[in-house]
């Protein structure tokens, strides 16, 4: 992606099923878990640089034994940096303790992070500071072992106000209005009330509270729990808990916006964010791996007993297709498949805009995660050129000479490593004046490959502010001098701000909102700015299901193409030389190639939550108001 988004995070989690000694005798070492964790997480770093963090519970321990681990980072290498915590805590007991080291039991009475419950979380800030106070995993503690509650999720809700209110109405005292904090305090307030019903019944049946304490923690009902606590949510999230006697849970959101997915064998429980990472971490097979439903949570007793649980009714399927385009692990086998289809799919496109002509064209990507949808534009443009190649011999067949097969049999397909990022380009280092020259060098090119006869193709995974694409890329291009320069998006345009996780919050950052709004300022049509801002005001005080979006109404009087050609031209600045052209890739072909993943709001507006709309409604308001905040 040329613009770069702050979006998604990770969640790992693993639960041991067998004793810590188990895992000393067949992989050699009781640190096992901490290493899947690290595996898992690292494999997950392209969900989350900005913090990372890791819990863990040991199961069983003795009064006064700290059975509760957690560290957390915001430094630039988050996940190196709080392994390497974990570690040298690891190391310099053991070096403290010699005894330790061939002793399991003495390793996890003594050591932290040693245990059978895990839970990690790698972060990407999406509105605000990037403090340590921000970074999962969040802990709610208890002197009551059952009620502590560690917490970590890659969500994001729409209805923060509300779940604010909600646990005002409960009594409650919220210390901030963020939706990390209800959301914990939702789920701990029902786990207090679960505890407090379970031990008045066991207190009438004659049991002490020190008897009680072991049985609360087995008949626990988390299930019930989650049901009480998720009843009002609206949002997209996979949200991922430890309770303090060790059960755990990872609750999915009723229209699968956000992925989870989960192996099980007879040593452990392992759920992620990606497919990709469970397979590699433990070397299973694709199959192995399952998909949490939507509504559905796998719930881990103390007991090792697992099960997976209906909490909410599940909605309409609109898991994330951003997933599939930009955020997911490309090594995951669907995911691979449906990049390269979105790739093929816009070659008929691209071969009208070069005029079908296959020689005079380069074809490249920008790096990186283009690159998968960039083999499936070659393979399809290589089809094109196979097929030119058969008209030419079949139309000569009489003529053809062994010289003129050669000539027609050579022609090849011409694709370049053109873009090249210089990730570490240091924009920062100089005055504002001097910026803009720097951020326009982020990007180098390769010379000497294209010729003033030919049209340049470039794919991009997506264009959402085309901010680099301006200051940069198109900048580097036109240095090569081609006829035409051809930007291709493998997503379609992007309409309208996301609220379940993405930070595109704002329309006015979006270049497909301000290309819109320049063509309705060129046919004398921009009452209808004012028109859809009254709509949106007067929608203000009504209920969520009851909210529309009338966004769409700036779309409706142009066509894609005509955003598409005003995007251009707002992405090129007078002294590119080259002609510009942007094709982005049609909605009906994005759900083509990514079948089971149809979320689409960002392109179509087509909020899955009733949050959503009351959330574009919020940042159209915001825009025409000159408001910096945030819709949600």
């Given at each position: 992606?040329?613009?770069?988004?702050?979006?998604?995070?990770?969640?790992?989690?693993?639960?041991?099923?067998?004793?810590?000694?188990?895992?000393?005798?067949?992989?050699?070492?009781?640190?096992?878990?901490?290493?899947?964790?690290?595996?898992?997480?690292?494999?997950?770093?392209?969900?989350?640089?900005?913090?990372?963090?890791?819990?863990?519970?040991?199961?069983?321990?003795?009064?006064?034994?700290?059975?509760?681990?957690?560290?957390?980072?915001?430094?630039?290498?988050?996940?190196?940096?709080?392994?390497?915590?974990?570690?040298?805590?690891?190391?310099?007991?053991?070096?403290?303790?010699?005894?330790?080291?061939?002793n399991v039991a003495l390793q996890k009475k003594n050591i932290p992070y040693v245990g059978e419950v895990y839970l990690g979380h790698v972060r990407y800030g999406t509105f605000g500071k990037n403090s340590i106070e921000n970074v999962h995993p969040f802990l709610r503690q208890n002197n009551w072992m059952h009620r502590n509650l560690i917490v970590a999720g890659n969500f994001n809700m729409t209805n923060v106000n509300q779940l604010f209110n909600n646990l005002i109405d409960l009594g409650q005292h919220p210390k901030e209005r963020a939706d990390t904090v209800t959301v914990m305090e939702k789920i701990g307030h029902f786990l207090d009330s679960e505890v407090q019903k379970l031990y008045k019944k066991l207190k009438k049946q004659g049991y002490s509270k020190v008897e009680a304490s072991p049985i609360i923690a087995e008949k626990l009902n988390v299930t019930k729990i989650l049901r009480k606590s998720s009843k009002n949510w609206d949002g997209g999230y996979a949200m991922a808990?430890?309770?303090?006697?060790?059960?755990?849970?990872?609750?999915?959101?009723?229209?699968?916006?956000?992925?989870?997915?989960?192996?099980?064998?007879?040593?452990?429980?392992?759920?992620?964010?990606?497919?990709?990472?469970?397979?590699?971490?433990?070397?299973?097979?694709?199959?192995?791996?399952?998909?949490?439903?939507?509504?559905?949570?796998?719930?881990?007793?103390?007991?090792?007993?697992?099960?997976?649980?209906?909490?909410?009714?599940?909605?309409?399927?609109?898991?994330?297709?951003?997933?599939?385009?930009?955020?997911?692990?490309?090594?995951?086998?669907?995911?691979?498949?449906?990049r390269k289809m979105l790739g093929r799919l816009l070659m008929p496109e691209v071969l009208k805009s070069i005029k079908h002509d296959t020689i005079n064209t380069v074809f490249s990507f920008i790096p990186n995660t283009a690159e998968t949808s960039f083999y499936g534009m070659v393979e399809a443009a290589q089809d094109e050129l196979n097929k030119q190649k058969n008209e030419s011999i079949l139309a000569e067949k009489e003529s053809l000479t062994d010289a003129r097969l050669q000539e027609i049999l050579a022609h090849r397909l011409r694709t370049e490593k053109i873009a090249i990022k210089d990730a570490k380009l240091r924009t920062f280092i100089t005055e504002d004046s001097s910026r803009d020259d720097l951020v326009a060098h982020v990007y180098d090119v390769t010379y000497g490959v294209v010729k003033p006869e030919d049209s340049l193709v470039i794919i991009d995974d997506s264009i959402v502010r085309g901010t680099t694409l301006k200051k940069s890329i198109i900048k580097m291009l036109d240095r090569l001098n081609p006829k035409q320069i051809v930007i291709v998006s493998s997503a379609p345009q992007i309409r309208y701000p996301d609220c379940y996780g993405i930070d595109m919050a704002r329309l006015e950052d979006l270049v497909a909102f301000r290309a819109a709004l320049e063509l309705l300022k060129e046919n004398n049509k921009y009452q209808i700015v004012e028109e859809v801002y009254a709509k949106c005001k007067e929608q203000v005080d009504l209920e969520d299901y009851e909210v529309k979006n009338f966004v769409k109404e700036i779309y409706e009087p142009f066509t894609d193409e005509e955003i598409s050609d005003k995007i251009a031209e707002l992405i090129s600045e007078p002294k590119v030389k080259a002609k510009v052209k942007v094709i982005y890739q049609s909605v009906d072909n994005l759900h083509k190639a990514c079948p089971k993943n149809l979320g689409d709001w960002y392109f179509t507006g087509d909020y899955p939550t009733f949050g959503g709309n009351r959330v574009v409604n919020r940042a159209f308001i915001n825009f025409f108001e000159g408001n910096k905040d945030r819709a949600y």
């Amino acid at each position: 992606m040329s613009d770069a988004i702050k979006h998604e995070c990770g969640i790992a989690q693993v639960r041991l099923l067998k004793p810590l000694e188990y895992y000393k005798e067949k992989y050699g070492t009781a640190f096992y878990g901490i290493n899947k964790m690290y595996l898992l997480m690292e494999k997950q770093h392209n969900r989350g640089q900005d913090g990372a963090g890791f819990a863990s519970i040991k199961l069983n321990t003795s009064p006064g034994d700290r059975y509760i681990s957690r560290v957390r980072s915001n430094a630039a290498q988050p996940i190196q940096d709080i392994f390497e915590q974990i570690n040298d805590r690891i190391n310099f007991e053991i070096k403290e303790n010699p005894e330790y080291a061939e002793n399991v039991a003495l390793q996890k009475k003594n050591i932290p992070y040693v245990g059978e419950v895990y839970l990690g979380h790698v972060r990407y800030g999406t509105f605000g500071k990037n403090s340590i106070e921000n970074v999962h995993p969040f802990l709610r503690q208890n002197n009551w072992m059952h009620r502590n509650l560690i917490v970590a999720g890659n969500f994001n809700m729409t209805n923060v106000n509300q779940l604010f209110n909600n646990l005002i109405d409960l009594g409650q005292h919220p210390k901030e209005r963020a939706d990390t904090v209800t959301v914990m305090e939702k789920i701990g307030h029902f786990l207090d009330s679960e505890v407090q019903k379970l031990y008045k019944k066991l207190k009438k049946q004659g049991y002490s509270k020190v008897e009680a304490s072991p049985i609360i923690a087995e008949k626990l009902n988390v299930t019930k729990i989650l049901r009480k606590s998720s009843k009002n949510w609206d949002g997209g999230y996979a949200m991922a808990g430890l309770l303090g006697h060790g059960d755990s849970f990872v609750l999915r959101d009723p229209s699968g916006i956000r992925p989870a997915y989960y192996y099980k064998d007879d040593e452990v429980v392992v759920v992620a964010s990606e497919r990709p990472v469970i397979q590699t971490a433990f070397n299973v097979d694709y199959d192995e791996v399952k998909e949490l439903d939507p509504g559905h949570a796998i719930i881990t007793k103390k007991d090792g007993t697992v099960s997976i649980q209906q909490i909410l009714e599940p909605l309409e399927r609109k898991a994330c297709s951003f997933e599939r385009i930009y955020f997911s692990r490309g090594s995951d086998a669907e995911i691979y498949k449906e990049r390269k289809m979105l790739g093929r799919l816009l070659m008929p496109e691209v071969l009208k805009s070069i005029k079908h002509d296959t020689i005079n064209t380069v074809f490249s990507f920008i790096p990186n995660t283009a690159e998968t949808s960039f083999y499936g534009m070659v393979e399809a443009a290589q089809d094109e050129l196979n097929k030119q190649k058969n008209e030419s011999i079949l139309a000569e067949k009489e003529s053809l000479t062994d010289a003129r097969l050669q000539e027609i049999l050579a022609h090849r397909l011409r694709t370049e490593k053109i873009a090249i990022k210089d990730a570490k380009l240091r924009t920062f280092i100089t005055e504002d004046s001097s910026r803009d020259d720097l951020v326009a060098h982020v990007y180098d090119v390769t010379y000497g490959v294209v010729k003033p006869e030919d049209s340049l193709v470039i794919i991009d995974d997506s264009i959402v502010r085309g901010t680099t694409l301006k200051k940069s890329i198109i900048k580097m291009l036109d240095r090569l001098n081609p006829k035409q320069i051809v930007i291709v998006s493998s997503a379609p345009q992007i309409r309208y701000p996301d609220c379940y996780g993405i930070d595109m919050a704002r329309l006015e950052d979006l270049v497909a909102f301000r290309a819109a709004l320049e063509l309705l300022k060129e046919n004398n049509k921009y009452q209808i700015v004012e028109e859809v801002y009254a709509k949106c005001k007067e929608q203000v005080d009504l209920e969520d299901y009851e909210v529309k979006n009338f966004v769409k109404e700036i779309y409706e009087p142009f066509t894609d193409e005509e955003i598409s050609d005003k995007i251009a031209e707002l992405i090129s600045e007078p002294k590119v030389k080259a002609k510009v052209k942007v094709i982005y890739q049609s909605v009906d072909n994005l759900h083509k190639a990514c079948p089971k993943n149809l979320g689409d709001w960002y392109f179509t507006g087509d909020y899955p939550t009733f949050g959503g709309n009351r959330v574009v409604n919020r940042a159209f308001i915001n825009f025409f108001e000159g408001n910096k905040d945030r819709a949600y």
